[in-house]
């Protein structure tokens, strides 16, 4: 290739880059989280949160494999063998009917999907509502212990699952405040114009089988973008997310179409799947000495 084709190759590239429809949503998304931040109470930030409203934080990702076995070593250390084996996820979700993969595929992801060293950032599946609830107890106490041990100002740490209304409002993250008339971008928390929804964790196919292109694993790593305005990644896809009411999940995931996977939508589960997990808000109160 000559030099000037060349210098033009970078220039043509450079110049897509620098206005590709993303670059354009990630200067929305730091325009906005910038003001948002602004509004923001003198509280401490937990780890991998982002600030929503008032004293509430909301995880950026779902709790990933990482986070769970941390937790889990700590059952092991701290309290019962028969607790302990209570809080183990169920790894046979993988063998279900609906997961589309060969009987040997299926196997492997039981045996290795929570500690093969590859997944440790994809989201945590397999667990039930009250293992989640208990996550997010321990959770809890760690982050308080672990802050007021170090800092002069006392705070409490408490996790939880989110209300389907905070979740909603999370996901929504202030789309509806954009100057667009597209009313699709309430759907998905996303400028639909410019993030299609074709780039979330989603099924293309109501019934999955066998013989589609779903990767292997389906779920993907936690933090891939593009994030919503307030910085949170795979409201929609990747895993539905349970919420605080038992037997709800929002968002969709690897399983479900777009049309299933709306904001506004409810799945419905009954007992863990390999398309279910989670994601934690935390209230963060000042205590007195």
Partial sequence: MSIKKTVLFIFLLC?????????????????????H?????????????????????????????????????YMNEDSSYNHY??????????MDKEVPFSDSVKLSLSLGYLEYENYRFLPVVGVSYQQAINYCKWRSEIATQNFVSTRENKYRFDYRLPTEKEWENAALSFIDSLNTSNEDNTKYGFDTSIISPSVFNLSKTLNKSRNDSTPIPPTIYAYAEPTTLLGLHHTIGNVAEMIAEEGISKGGSW??????????ERIRYKYPTSWLGFRCICEVTEVEN
Avoid: A
């Fill in 15 to 35: 110049l897509f880059s620098c206005s590709s429809p993303y670059k354009v949503w990630q200067k929305q998304v730091r325009k906005k989280v910038k003001t």
């Fill in 37 to 73: 931040l602004t509004k923001k109470p003198n509280l401490p930030t937990p780890p991998n949160t982002v600030w929503i409203k008032d004293n509430l934080f909301m995880d950026k990702t779902e709790v990933v494999n990482i986070n769970y076995l941390e937790y889990l070593h």
């Fill in 85 to 94: 084996q209570n809080q183990i996820p169920t790894n046979g979700v993988w």
């Fill in 255 to 264: 399983l479900h179409v777009p049309l299933q996977s709306t904001i506004n």
